[in-house]
């Protein structure tokens, strides 16, 4: 027989089940499940406010938008920028954001650690594209292109601490020109060396040179020092920061960190502290141990070669042969060049200082490190430093209180009355249809006054006029902003007035 308590919680069950199944009880359930229903909408309403409330609206860390106003400044910098290239035969490309992971691998040092790289979506490791050149040398190796001139402008990604007073932001956006191909030596190197020139003597950016080295004589000169080859790379990334840290800091960064012997790095500082022209080079000739070291000697013979296509250039002052200068990325195997503003008294003491905005060299292996075969393609190639450059332009626009016009229209469409709207319209889609840039209010009754304080506001030159006394006459009249002098112009001739003095302004 079963235990008493056993029976009590049949009983209980029982009478439970009958409960649940009466009417009173769907009432019960519904009171319930309304209840919680409230509770969770409740709930759900509540937890975005909380949430909001915490939220604060900012761009992410190293990004920034960029107002009508400083995409004006932008605009003009990527226009010259991008004018010079094609002034010199290059072709636009441009590829995709992010690459195959794979793709971008072992091809930075040990800036790889600064690569993005994205969530896996199903299948195929990501990364943002670190520059525009490993990209490049990926389509040259895809496509079997063996011979190019390009030039590319796009944004990249890298994920280092941001100093954004200096131009230095995790996003930013490079301005790329290559030419890929085998050709004789130092023709195609010097070519982008005056380009360079070029650009930052049009953008009027104050006085700069330019410092070049070559690979070959760095991994020479680390050779005859005594550095252990596993360790070039390593020590090339450290003797790249000394425009940014002092010798003495570098040296303890290879000894103490890297693991060089105290006196190898002491050799080292006695070569990098060299720069000079092309005495200097003749003078690296004659050094007893660098002119024992084969590559050391063919990269000074294709810099002694290199300087005298400067010269023929007319732009050899420009450049510094400075054996400092070392370019971290694994993939250069040959010249390389950084551009730096020599910076004035007053920039020095406000301690504004952009570090280089303009840089490049010879990368022949890359392609061969796509192509199945290992095929290569000898390239040489520049980046300009667009977000550097911009934060110059701005700071000196700040400084002398430059006001930019961030439209470009041309004529305004305006009237003294009431109910001219469609006579509005008629007239700016003439004027639009002839390629003149023109504007209106979009108001049907808008007030004279505040349509010509707009044009004053926003820069543009001319108003056309139309009211009650012009529909009768067929003319309309044309209002210089800066003179505020009119003139009746007939109807049919507004359009060729208009060109006429927009092409002599």
């Known amino acids: 027989m079963p235990p008493f308590g056993f029976l009590h919680m049949r009983a209980w069950a029982s009478l439970f089940g009958q409960l649940l199944r009466s009417p009173r009880a769907v009432c019960i359930r519904e009171v319930h499940f309304h209840s919680q229903f409230a509770e969770a909408v409740l709930t759900s309403q509540l937890k975005p406010q909380q949430e909001k409330s915490n939220f604060i609206i900012k761009t992410p860390k190293g990004t920034r938008d960029l107002s009508p106003q400083q995409m004006v400044v932008r605009e003009k910098i990527l226009d010259m920028v991008v004018g010079c290239f094609k002034r010199h035969g290059a072709k636009r490309l441009d590829t995709p954001a992010f690459e195959l992971k794979e793709m971008l691998t072992e091809k930075y040092g040990e800036d790889s650690g600064l690569i993005y790289d994205l969530k896996d979506q199903g299948g195929e490791l990501l990364s943002l594209r670190y520059d525009l050149t ?54 195609p190197d010097a070519e982008c060396l ?63 960190k890297k693991g060089l012997a105290p006196e190898v790095a002491d050799r080292i500082g006695d070569y990098v502290q060299c720069h000079g022209g092309v005495s200097l080079i003749e003078q690296m000739f ?25 010269t023929l250039f007319g732009i050899a002052e420009k450049i510094s042969f400075d054996l400092s200068l070392a370019r971290g990325l694994d993939y250069y195997t040959g010249v390389i060049y950084e551009a730096v503003l020599l910076q004035t008294p ?47 332009v701005e700071q000196r626009m700040k400084t002398f209180g430059q006001k930019i016009r961030t439209t470009e229209t041309q004529v305004f469409v305006a009237t003294p009355q009431k109910n001219f709207i469609h006579e509005r319209l008629k007239l700016i889609a003439e004027l ?18 505040t349509q010509l304080h707009y044009c004053e506001d926003m820069g543009i030159p001319l108003v056309v006029i139309i009211g009650e006394q012009e529909m009768k006459e067929g003319i309309i009249k044309l209002r210089s902003v800066a003179s505020r002098e009119e003139v009746a112009i007939k109807r049919e001739n507004l359009v060729a007035e208009i060109q006429k003095r927009l092409s002599e302004s």
């Open 346 to 392: 007053a920039q020095a003491q406000e301690s504004f200082n952009v570090g280089s905005v303009a840089a490049g060299g010879r990368y022949d292996k890359l392609v061969g490190m796509f192509d199945p075969k290992g095929h290569k393609v000898p390239c040489v190639g520049l980046s300009i430093g667009v977000e550097r450059i911009f934060s110059i």
């Open 432 to 449: 639009w249809d002839a390629g003149i840039k023109a504007e209106l209010l979009y108001k049907n009754n808008p007030k004279l006054l």
């Open 286 to 310: 004659q050094d007893p141990r660098l002119s024992q070291n084969k590559q050391a000697l063919d990269g000074l013979g294709d810099l002694r070669l290199l300087f005298e296509y400067l």
């Open 194 to 256: 005056k380009i360079m020139c070029e650009i930052l003597s049009g953008l009027q950016l104050g006085d700069f040179i330019i410092k070049v080295n070559d690979r070959r004589i760095l991994d020479g000169m680390f050779a005859v020092c005594g550095v252990p080859e596993s360790k070039f790379h390593a020590i090339c990334s450290s003797i790249d920061k000394l425009d940014k840290i002092s010798w003495k800091d570098v040296r303890h960064e290879i000894v103490a």
């Open 134 to 187: 490993v990209p490049f040398a990926r389509y040259l190796a895809m496509n079997k292109v063996k011979k190019m001139k390009r030039y590319h402008v796009g944004k990249v990604w890298r994920r280092e601490s941001p100093t954004i007073v200096q131009g230095r932001y995790r996003e930013f956006c490079q301005c790329d020109f290559d030419i890929a191909g085998q050709f004789d030596p130092m023709i």
